[in-house]
């Protein structure tokens, strides 16, 4: 996936889709329940994780403190040295987070090398199936410029919303 090619035309598309999600979180549509795993499918058909890792590239997940001692268990170092290796504590949120990026699990084939523990955050991302959608629209509103698939996501949800 042509990455610089993606921020250029969601750069230009940013305020539309936002423009969309405002709209839709004042009058969410009684066939939301439907739109959602349509609009869900149809972005998954679009884009492909391995081809993309703009996340990984780009954007640090939260550690939960669970996160923290699965994955420092799995490659056997104690939590502390895992924190002091790759973490801050970001003052405002209080979360730990990466201290640089691309994260530092990233391989050079786009794949995780910590995928079956990876953080919670990250197995989660990009929050599509989350209920209700209206807490997850703000996330949407930001990561239509970050994310292939958010962006798709929300285009697919508008064009059905115009039908
Ligand atoms: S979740 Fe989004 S940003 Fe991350 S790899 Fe998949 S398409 Fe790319
Ligand atoms: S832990 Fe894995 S999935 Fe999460 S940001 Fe790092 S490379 Fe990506």
């Not at 439907?34 to 972005?43: C, I, V």
């Not at 939260?62 to 996160?67: E, G, R």
């Not at 794949?111 to 599509?128: L, Q």
């Amino acid at each position: 996936m042509d990455l610089d090619a993606f921020r250029i035309k969601a750069g230009k598309e940013k305020d539309e889709l936002v423009a969309f999600l405002n709209e839709l979180e004042e009058q969410l549509p009684a066939s939301l329940p439907e739109m959602l795993p349509k609009a869900d499918m149809a972005a998954w058909n679009e884009v492909q994780c391995l081809d993309c890792a703009n996340c990984c590239k780009t954007m640090t997940p939260s550690f939960t403190h669970d996160d923290i001692i699965r994955i420092a268990t799995h490659l056997r170092m104690k939590p502390a040295t895992f924190k002091e290796k790759w973490l801050k504590l970001e003052p405002r949120s209080g979360h730990w987070v990466n201290t640089t990026q691309p994260c530092q699990f990233l391989l050079a084939d786009n794949k995780c090398s910590i995928y079956e523990v990876r953080p919670a955050d990250c197995a989660e991302f990009p929050h599509h199936d989350k209920q209700p959608l209206n807490e997850y629209i703000d996330t949407f509103k930001k990561n239509v410029v970050h994310c292939p698939a958010t962006n798709a996501f929300v285009r697919k949800m508008r064009e059905m919303w115009e039908l």
